[in-house]
Nanobody
């Protein structure tokens, strides 16, 4: 069973940056693709970005392209989401999730293991 723990959320002003981290309990994290999702109050959970097991393939939702960057360090069993030029619409709870699918998309039902989430609030 893979356990994931997110960190790095907080309150930031519009235009600011945050880096989210996702730590895995297992040194087998390199076997999994990892995605970041977010859920705003009253809205469905949506896919933000994913990275494949080796880190050489990534994808982003149109709403975050050019502002967010996903990366991973399989030695440290970590996945990161660098978020720049944040806007109020980025506010929500951010979750990392893992799947054994080789080429997952941004659909939440493709992912088997989930963290508890970290709150990101973009507000002046």
């Amino acid at each position: 069973q893979l356990q994931l723990v997110e960190s790095g959320g907080g309150l930031v002003q519009p235009g600011g940056s945050l880096r989210l981290s996702c730590a895995a309990s297992s040194n087998l994290m390199s076997d999994y693709a990892v995605g970041w999702f977010r859920q705003a109050p009253g809205k469905e959970r949506e896919g933000v970005s994913y990275i494949n097991y080796s880190g050489n393939s990534t994808n982003y939702a149109d709403s975050v392209k050019g502002r967010f960057t996903i990366s991973r360090d399989n030695v440290k069993n970590m996945v990161y989401l660098q978020m720049n030029s944040l806007i109020p619409e980025d506010t929500g709870i951010y979750y990392c999730a893992a799947t054994r699918l080789v080429r997952p998309g941004l659909g939440r039902y493709e992912y088997d293991f989930w963290g508890q989430g970290t709150q990101v609030t973009v507000s002046s």
